[in-house]
């Protein structure tokens, strides 16, 4: 059997999580092989006696069963797995999904939500699947598509202990972090928060980095300094460096998915009428910069070339 992997973390006491399993996990599957689950889905595979993967475009599920010994199969199939993964773009996406295939759920089963989606729509679903005697799990992801290849992740999980304790040997195959931060919805609020504190950084970096290039400093020299003093950031060590300084902006997680993640921390504000007026305003400004593209066409990095827009100054060294 398959057992929890003591390095992770979770809010529930570790001893009791490997007594309360009680059944093996002999299936798995994952729905939608995007830029995220087509990696994460590959750590899967070799773990448990059936990893199936399901993909709207056919295509790159059969690739995945090419490449890595993963099994393409039909939605309905997928959803009869032990433990359901689904990372799509929104809550929405997978609430159709469930809807359409839920009469196909077995009982007990866990189903483990990746997509970084809406608190409300978490508790939902799983009022829903409990009705049929299987839980949902909100279990957003942090750590890009290098993370995910690595299985390194970061997973921040809310829902029933129980079910945690039952899906988190599948998890564990692609993660770094396993955290159960409180009951259904938990886990997308964090990550909706995290995102937005991500843009925070990386908006401001933008904005000290062009005030340092007006004055003459090139933005790869400042951020050699930056990186090693207070003023450091996962924008300013990665983001900067390896997406816009170079002029790359490889599109890995697009702007839209990210103006949607800083959209869902602004209705969590909202809703228990709290004053939050810098995250309010980055997500405002994200959602400019995303409306400057066609959905899934660009990077969240090219945020810098709408600020650049304002400023004329292009964050490249000379
Ligand atoms: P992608 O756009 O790369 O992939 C989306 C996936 O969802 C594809 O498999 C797509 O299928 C499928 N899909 C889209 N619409 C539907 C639909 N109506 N019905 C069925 N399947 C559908 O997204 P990512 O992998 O980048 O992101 C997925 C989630 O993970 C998002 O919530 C995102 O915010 C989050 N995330 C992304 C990170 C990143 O670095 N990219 C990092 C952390 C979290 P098809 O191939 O047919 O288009």
Redesign the pocket.
């Known amino acids: 059997m398959t057992q929890a992997n003591p390095t992770h973390h979770t809010n529930t006491n570790k001893s009791s999580i490997t007594q309360t399993i009680s059944t093996e996990i002999k299936s798995v599957s994952f ?8 990696l994460m889905a590959t750590h899967l595979v070799g773990k448990f006696d059936t990893v199936m993967v399901y ?3 056919s295509a ?1 599920a059969e690739q995945h069963a090419k490449e890595f010994g993963s099994q393409a199969v039909s ?1 309905e199939q997928a959803a009869t797995a032990d433990v359901i993964f689904s ?4 809550s ?2 997978v609430d ?2 469930i809807a359409k295939v839920l009469p196909h759920i077995h009982s007990g089963s866990v189903w483990v939500d ?4 809406v608190p409300a729509q978490a508790k939902a679903a799983n009022t829903k699947l409990q009705q049929q005697g299987c839980y949902f799990l909100d279990a ?6 290098t ?2 290849k690595a299985g390194t ?1 970061t997973v921040m999980v809310g829902g029933e202990a129980q079910a945690l304790n039952h899906a988190y040997p599948a998890i564990d195959c692609f993660a770094g972090l396993i955290e159960h931060v409180g009951a259904s919805g938990a886990g997308f609020a964090v ?1 909706a928060v995290n ?1 937005t504190l991500f843009a925070i950084n990386a908006w401001a970096c933008a904005e000290g980095l062009s005030v340092l290039k007006a004055h003459g400093v090139n933005p790869s020299s400042a951020l050699t300094c930056i990186n090693h003093s207070s003023g450091q950031s996962m924008a300013s060590s990665n983001t900067f460096p390896n997406r816009i300084i170079n002029r790359q902006f490889p599109k ?3 702007i839209d ?2 103006a ?2 800083c959209g869902i921390a602004m209705d969590l504000q909202s809703e228990k009428k709290l004053p939050t007026p810098v995250m309010a305003q980055v997500a405002s400004l994200i959602r400019a910069a995303s409306m400057q593209h066609d959905i ?1 066409s660009a990077d ?1 990095s090219e945020f810098a070339k709408f600020y650049e827009s304002w400023t004329t100054l292009t964050l490249q060294d000379e």
């Open positions: 729905i939608g092989l995007g830029a995220m689950g087509y993909n709207r475009t790159k939605l990372c799509l773009p929104t929405n996406e159709a999904i990746c997509t970084s989606g957003p992801v942090s750590g890009q598509t993370g995910a992740l990550k995102n890995t997680f697009t998915l990210m949607k993640d899934g969240f």
